[in-house]
């Protein structure tokens, strides 16, 4: 009998949660107490997402669970057989839910220097908690509302040549729907996360302030993944007693290779569109960083309006480039704006 892949995004949904929960199990009863189980726990991390369809709607599932369990769960049990990372921990391996939330939530909960979490008052954790999840709820509304005009603007004549994919104004908005969606995904759980008394690390930080590419990749931008970067990979080769630079570069690499794979996760089935240009983009910031530290140091331009110029027209040109061009070409994008908008659409909020 062959299987068939999950193509409704509801489904698929249920099905991430599921499978993560079942993973995070095995993991905290036989990878905690012998290493050996890791290798079939990572085969399982690889083979999640290709049962989810990547043709249909269930793409956007596939995407995030090549994310949250393919790369971001196998970083954080690579970390535990090293014994560090928030896995390590024992009052976290002795609960299922923190266990849970560790391993899977894109999102890291901060510890004091002990390693034990740290915990939120009653009035501190309502405010921070209700205060994550209203930012959710703000950029949901703007993301979809982003989505649904550039859906209305396809259809109309003297506006789909101006903001179709591929033009500026096109790929600006679509770089704002990249940081709505990888924000406010992080957003939600941490709110929950603050809600339920625990203190959660800082994963977005206003990164349209940044002050230079390194501020930008190092401070600002999706922090939950510098981290796992900075302690997975960095920090090792650092051990080895490599330059900054050249740990830089091999990190940056690395992040684009688990990029590669998650748009080889949701593009599988159609041919042509992995050519390397994630990992081509990511291999660029890290040099185009380092010559910024040159030049900065150089000529004393540090905070300068003119490295912030320099870091914003780098960003936009290398992502117009190399980074949305593969996405364009998966047809993620549609699928995308499909997926999210199907629930107002359902309930007869959008026409």
């Known amino acids: 009998m062959r299987l068939t892949a999950i193509s409704d995004p509801l ?77 390590a921990s024992a009052n976290t391996q002795r609960s299922l839910g923190l266990f849970w939330m560790s391993y899977f939530l894109p999102i890291n909960l901060k510890r004091g220097s002990n390693q034990e979490l740290v915990q939120l008052g009653g009035t501190e954790r309502y405010q921070k908690g209700f205060t994550l999840v209203g930012r959710f709820m703000y950029k949901l509304l703007g993301l979809l509302l982003l989505l649904y005009s550039l859906d209305k603007c396809e259809t109309l004549e003297h506006l789909s040549h101006a903001c179709s994919k591929g033009t500026l104004i096109g790929d600006v908005c679509w770089s704002f729907v990249v940081l709505l969606t990888a924000s406010g995904l992080m957003d939600f759980p941490a709110g929950l996360v603050c809600l339920l008394g625990m203190d959660v690390e800082e994963h977005f930080a206003s990164p349209l302030l940044s002050s230079s590419l390194r501020d930008f990749w190092g401070h600002r931008w999706n922090m939950t993944a510098a981290r796992l970067l900075r302690h997975g990979c960095f920090n090792p080769l650092k051990k080895l007693n490599l330059s900054n630079s050249v740990a830089a570069v091999f990190t940056f690499a690395v992040s684009g290779v688990f990029h590669e794979a998650i748009l080889w996760y949701g593009s599988r089935s159609k041919q042509g569109c992995l050519r390397g240009y994630w990992l081509l983009f990511f291999l660029l910031q890290a040099l185009a960083a380092k010559v910024e530290l040159i030049v900065e140091k ?50 007869g909020l959008l026409v």
């Open 11 to 87: 489904i698929g949904l249920a099905f991430c949660v599921l499978s993560s929960i079942l993973s995070s199990e095995f993991c905290r009863h036989f990878v905690t107490k012998n290493r050996l189980y890791a290798a079939p726990l990572f085969s399982l991390h690889a083979l999640i997402p290709m049962c989810l369809n990547d043709k249909t709607e269930a793409a956007v599932c596939c995407v995030l669970s090549s994310t949250l369990v393919t790369w971001w769960g196998t970083a954080r049990v690579i970390a535990l057989l090293s014994g560090h990372g928030p896995l």
């Open 298 to 347: 150089r000529f004393r331009l540090h905070n300068s309006w003119l490295i912030r110029l320099w870091a914003v027209i780098f960003l936009l040109t290398s992502t117009r480039m190399f980074f949305l061009p593969p996405a364009y070409s998966t047809g993620l994008p549609s699928l995308a704006t499909s997926a999210l908008l199907s629930g107002p659409r359902y309930l």
